[in-house]
């Protein structure tokens, strides 16, 4: 399949640029994506968590799950596609007085459609949940350990909920 050539979604002027571009076509099955991704960075960057400051600039690649999987397999050594990765930029890439250009995120559509499916949310909510996890990643969040995850999570629960989504971390209540 070739890949249509990227799209980037226009943002309002602020203090930062997060730039969103679309790789995969099939994302555009939703008019809105374009609106729902940046309505989800501007939720980021209204919650002022600490290292804000550190993410002046970034992409977000709306991607596929091939093109997610040969990453996976590149960078992590897992030959599956998985819903997100973050590439944090190295630190020789920022430039004095230039913004900092904090790194890259690649979020899989087949992968969020199905993951969305399977718990019963609107994808656009999961969209939304994945770009602020993976610009976390880009500032310095982590789940490695228990406690880091829960600093993550509630982070991500208290941005998330001005989007009108539900904690993604809360039990499944038919679960006993």
């Known amino acids: ?7 980037p979604a226009p943002l309002p002027a602020t203090s930062h640029d ?19 991704a940046n309505r989800a960075v501007a939720a980021l960057f209204a919650s002022h968590a600490t290292g804000l400051e550190r993410l002046a600039a970034a992409t977000v690649l709306l991607s596929d799950d091939a093109h997610i999987a040969a990453l996976n397999t590149n960078f992590r050594g897992k030959t599956a596609p998985t819903n997100v990765l973050s590439f944090p930029a190295a630190p020789s890439a920022r430039q004095r007085g230039e913004p900092i250009y904090a790194g890259d995120v690649i979020i899989a559509r087949e992968t969020v459609a199905s ?19 993976g610009l976390l990643h880009l500032i310095g969040y982590d789940h490695l350990t228990d406690a880091d995850a829960h600093v993550m999570e509630t982070l991500e629960t208290r941005i998330l909920a001005p989007l009108g ?3 993604p971390y809360a039990p499944d209540p038919a679960t006993p």
């Open 1 to 7: 399949m070739s890949r249509p050539a990227p799209v």
């Open 18 to 36: 997060v730039e969103i571009v679309i790789e995969d076509d099939r994302w555009c099955e939703d008019p809105d994506v374009l609106e729902v």
């Open 115 to 133: 993951e969305a499916a399977a718990l019963g949310i609107p994808v656009q909510h999961h969209l939304q949940h994945l770009i602020v996890h």
């Open 165 to 167: 989504i539900a904690d």
